[in-house]
């Protein structure tokens, strides 16, 4: 019972750890967007641009 624990512990933090590199590199390919765009930006992009 004590080695399952561990056993989804361990499952668990290395799929939080997969979740923030999912977010982080979603972050950045919207980021490479913004940054390629070449008309203006709309407010939002603006802000999710400052915000990256």
């Known amino acids: 019972m004590e080695e399952e624990g ?3 512990q361990s499952m668990w933090k290395i799929r939080q750890k ?3 590199l999912k977010e982080k590199l979603n972050k ?3 980021l490479d967007k ?3 765009k ?3 930006l709309t ?3 603006i802000a ?3 915000s990256s």
Do not use: N, S
């Open 6 to 8: 561990r056993e989804i």
């Open 18 to 20: 997969d979740f923030a």
């Open 28 to 30: 950045q390919k919207l």
């Open 34 to 36: 913004l940054i390629a």
């Open 38 to 40: 070449t008309e203006p």
């Open 43 to 45: 407010e939002l992009e």
């Open 48 to 50: 999710l641009k400052i």
